[in-house]
């Protein structure tokens, strides 16, 4: 049994999945005629998604053979119905398109991630070559000085930190961050 078919825009996308969605426009029926397209634009892409008529709704579905070639990042889209030379914006929002295992390097790290062990792996072996070349805003690590070295580590911490409670949260598993306090008794 298929699993129902989603009915609003993804947040998040994985490239080389399909992406499929029925979007229901009461104003603008398929079945009188209306088209629904999106165009999805980033820093880099612009991509034109055209819906197919399902009854009165829209069906939008993108083949996994094509969301592989989108580039990872955040997407803007805006959504548009045109029938007989009549064009109206219906929508609009982000997603994110993340890149697929296939695709990713060996090391899936995020960039923070990446860089926190690195300047951790320094500061426990100062001896380390691999960790002494590498660079951060175009500065050598084995230049940085010892109070800035611990400056970025600390910055990483917090950026590392506010992407595992990102993660938690879009997992439904609170904020780890969060702390909550009950007062009570008599004082």
């Not at 969605?21 to 629904?36: Q, V």
């Not at 320094?122 to 611990?150: H, K, V």
């Amino acid at each position: 049994m298929a699993a129902p078919t989603p009915t609003s825009e993804p947040d998040v996308l994985i490239a080389g999945d399909t992406a499929k969605w029925l979007k229901t426009l009461a104003d603008y029926p398929a079945s009188e005629g209306w088209e629904l397209s999106y165009v999805l634009i980033n820093g880099t892409s612009k991509i034109t998604v055209i819906g197919t008529p399902s009854g009165s709704d829209h069906l939008i579905t993108v083949a996994a053979t094509t969301t592989a070639n989108w580039v990872p990042g955040d997407y803007t889209w805006r959504a548009r119905v045109s029938k007989s030379g009549e064009i109206y914006t219906v929508g609009s929002g982000t997603f994110k398109v993340q890149s697929s295992f296939a695709a990713a390097t060996l090391d899936a790290r995020t960039h923070a991630r990446r860089v926190l062990a690195n300047i951790e792996a320094y500061l426990e072996d100062g001896a380390n070559l691999t960790a002494a070349n590498y660079t951060i805003a175009g500065r050598s690590l084995q230049r940085i000085p010892m109070a800035e070295l611990l400056a970025l580590r600390d910055r990483y911490r917090a950026e590392v930190a506010r992407e595992t409670a990102a993660n938690l949260i879009a997992r439904g598993m609170g904020d780890p961050r969060r702390v909550f306090v009950r007062f009570g008794g008599n004082y």
